[in-house]
């Protein structure tokens, strides 16, 4: 499978460019706040599914693993929402 032969830093710098573009993204669009909510939840899930996928191939998948990145892009869902909340 060509996902095993993938090395972790890549999975890495996948995860982190997801969240640097979906953080920029998120600056540019800052006059339409339903498009930057958008943004967030496509950025979000893009990186819970990257860190998923690396874990199940890479290491052990656990439930832990996946309890913890879903609170992850909960806790910075809720920040973006509570920084935001004058907007919508």
């Known amino acids: 499978m060509i996902l095993q032969r993938i090395p972790h830093q890549l999975y890495y710098l996948l995860e982190l460019l997801a969240l640097i573009l979906g953080f920029f993204l998120v600056f540019l669009l800052s ?7 958008l943004v967030m939840a496509i950025m979000l899930s893009l990186y819970t599914v990257i860190g998923i996928l690396h874990h199940k191939i890479h290491h052990e998948f656990k439930r832990k693993i996946v309890v913890e990145y879903i609170l992850v892009c909960a806790v910075l869902f809720a920040a973006f929402l509570f920084l935001n909340i004058s907007k919508f």
């Open 31 to 37: 006059t339409n706040p339903m498009l930057q909510l």
